[in-house]
């Protein structure tokens, strides 16, 4: 286990995915300065897990998941404070087009939570008509992009609009509009897929996690091509600390994947330094973007992958996140919106305003 530990915080320290800052040294009584504990994406390894065989990561793994459930967690109250740090964007529609004035918009859309709403079956998440053309509408007004943790090929399979970009995978699949779009010189076939030396490897990882967790009921492995994802919602709360230590399990032989969070989810995915803010500025570079003081891209999206992009751009001080949520969340996003019915009522707010402005 210890050696598990080290080889990954060397991997990741010669990637650059951490600074050495980022790992504490237990130098303990017998002077040894070997990496003991680092936080490992969300999850903290410290020295019982070592001993325990990781027993302690799955429970804070198991506990962070239960933590983030909608039953163990209160909607915000109106007066609260998270609310005052983080307001509604359709609160402060005029706000944001004030921060926006004289810019160019650049719109990211996350997919699941924030243009679909949360379901059991993740094969189901199904967008409506309505947010369809309400997308349709603002790709015409605004260069857009998808933004998903899902397969590239999967998530345009739910959208259906080839005038958008999608950047799948966690942003490790990006690809350009097949259709014609104002934008799309500048990003003529455009094709960005940092990950691809680790196709093998994940679909190996995907085959056995598929066997391993099929005596958990419920448990459901996805295949999302530079990823994959291990669902926990059907499965009962009981089973879930089974179910990552099965995962673990099959982890443990991959150095060169690592494990984050997402909704009842567990996602496998290889150790580069490359997440949806990667993803993010590599987009606003190729529309031309780059170093430019004249765009406003606005991130819309519900879940800790999101994160990257939001603190992108609150350490930039460009453009804003808004976070998907009805539950106070620790979160770099400066607004909020709370649940995808909000965030169409947002976007048509967006196309509404472009239309009308445009003909000025
Ligand atoms: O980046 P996203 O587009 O938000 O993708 C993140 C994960 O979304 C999906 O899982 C989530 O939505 C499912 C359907 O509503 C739900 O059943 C699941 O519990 C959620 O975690 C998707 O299935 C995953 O592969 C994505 O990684």
Known sequence: MVRYIEENITKMLETKIISKSEVLYAGGDDGDTSPATK?????????????????????????????CSPSHLKPFNKQSSWIKEHPSALNMFEEILHESEGKQIVMFLDYDGTLSPIVDDPDRAFMSNKMRNTVRKLAMCFPTVIVSGRSREKVYSFVKLTEL?????????????????????????????????FLPVISEVYMKLVEKTKSIQGAKVENNKFCASVHFRCVDENKWSDLAHLVRSVLKNYPKLM?????????????????????????????????????????????????????????????????????????????????????????????EWKNLTSGE
């Not at 969300?42 to 198991?62: A, C, P």
């Not at 970009?165 to 104002?182: C, F, L, R, V």
Request: charge should be negative; charged fraction near 30%.
């Open 39 to 67: 936080v490992f994406q969300d999850f903290q390894i410290n020295e019982e897990d070592v001993g325990r065989g990781g027993g302690g990561l799955i429970r804070s793994w198991v506990d962070s998941m239960r933590a």
């Open 165 to 197: 970009y999608y950047a799948g995978s966690h942003g490790m699949d990006i690809k350009g509009p097949e259709q014609n779009s104002k934008y799309k010189k500048k990003t003529q076939s455009l094709l960005c897929q940092p990950a691809t030396e």
């Open 259 to 351: 494990l984050t969070q997402g909704r009842k989810v567990l996602e496998i995915r290889p150790i580069i330094k490359w997440d949806k803010g990667k993803a993010l500025e590599f987009l606003l570079e190729s529309l031309g973007y780059e170093n430019c003081t004249h765009v406003f891209p606005i991130y819309i999206g519900d879940d800790r992958t999101d994160e990257d992009a939001f603190k992108i751009l609150r350490d930039k001080k460009q453009g804003l996140g808004i976070l998907v949520s009805k539950y106070a969340k620790e979160t770099n996003a400066s607004y909020s919106l709370q649940e995808p019915d909000e965030v169409m009522d947002f976007l048509e707010r967006l196309v």
